[in-house]
């Protein structure tokens, strides 16, 4: 059985879709049968694999709220073996209004994933940037969540709020989820404030939070207009290379043997 990682946090800008598109790639080129969801509604993981949101007709959308079979809307990664990918699209915005009155509108996602679960070694789910239904169906669905958090001044703002949300769901609808890990992003080794983050967030949260961190890189930023993950656009920077240790410790903490 493949695990499901959702990539959550409210805030925007922390390197969620970064880290779910990188992370998921390097799980691939470690040759993992790797599932990208796309389940943000600005459909940045989408193009980020080099897909045209506004070509995509069929989306994780239908799969929520039409019940359309997953396994037909599943594309194959043009430019990296074992990476697949279900698109987002624009309409996802709308899906809360019109599953306000659907029973376990909560497990949507869960239901439609779980076909899945059995042909990918890793799911990783890009959640949006809020606290809604969406994000709420991706944590029911998931085994694990990653938390991303950027080096920055408000690095913990917010983050109780999100660690409240994943209390409750834990409690009412997945008491199964866990936590995978904190990712400490965008981390500028000449500042004292982003040591200082560091610190502050290893003090909290201790044996949560991941060794590898995320360095602030040009190349992780320009990947996504070309269309492919840094791994392809540069594999020797250092954004590629902090994912590429980044899956290996998620594989080593699942117990999964690492490929030759």
């Given at each position: 059985?493949?695990?499901?990682?959702?990539?959550?946090?409210?805030?925007?800008?922390?390197?969620?879709?970064?880290?779910?598109?990188?992370?998921?790639?390097?799980?691939?080129?470690?040759?993992?049968?790797t599932l990208l969801v796309d389940a943000d509604p600005q459909a940045n993981a989408t193009s980020g694999l080099g897909?045209?949101?506004?070509?995509?007709?069929?989306?994780?959308y239908e799969c929520m709220v039409e019940d359309v079979t997953i396994q037909d809307i599943v594309l194959t990664s043009p430019n990296i073996e074992f990476?697949?990918?279900?698109?987002?699209?624009?309409?996802?915005?709308?899906?809360?209004?019109?599953?306000?009155?659907?029973p376990n509108r909560e497990e949507k996602m869960r239901e439609a994933l779980a076909p899945l679960k059995e042909v990918y070694d890793f799911i990783i789910i890009d959640c949006s940037p809020s606290l809604g239904l969406i994000t709420v169906n991706s944590l029911t669905a998931a085994d694990s969540v990653i938390i991303p958090v950027q080096c920055e001044y408000f690095a913990l703002e917010g983050l109780g709020k999100l660690l409240n949300t994943i209390k409750i769901i834990q409690s009412r609808l997945n008491t199964e989820l866990a936590i995978e890990g904190i990712l400490l992003t965008m981390y500028d080794?000449?500042?004292r404030l982003s040591n200082q983050?560091?610190?502050?967030?290893?003090?909290?949260?201790?044996?949560m939070v991941f060794d590898t961190i995320i360095p602030r890189n040009v190349k992780l930023s320009e990947s996504p207009s070309f269309g492919?993950?840094?791994?392809?656009?540069?594999?020797?920077?250092?954004?590629?290379?902090?994912?590429?240790?980044?899956?290996?410790?998620?594989?080593?903490?699942?117990?999964?043997?690492?490929?030759?």
């Open positions: 059985m493949g695990k499901i990682i959702a990539v959550a946090n409210q805030k925007g800008g922390v390197g969620k879709t970064t880290t779910a598109i990188n992370l998921a790639a390097s799980l691939a080129a470690l040759e993992y049968k897909f045209d949101p506004a070509s995509i007709t069929t989306s994780i990476l697949d990918l279900i698109p987002s699209h624009i309409d996802l915005v709308g899906a809360e209004v019109e599953m306000i009155n659907v080794v000449r500042l983050v560091v610190e502050e967030v290893k003090t909290h949260f201790q044996q492919i993950p840094a791994l392809l656009h540069d594999a020797e920077s250092k954004g590629a290379m902090s994912y590429l240790n980044l899956a290996r410790e998620i594989a080593v903490k699942n117990s999964v043997a690492l490929a030759k």
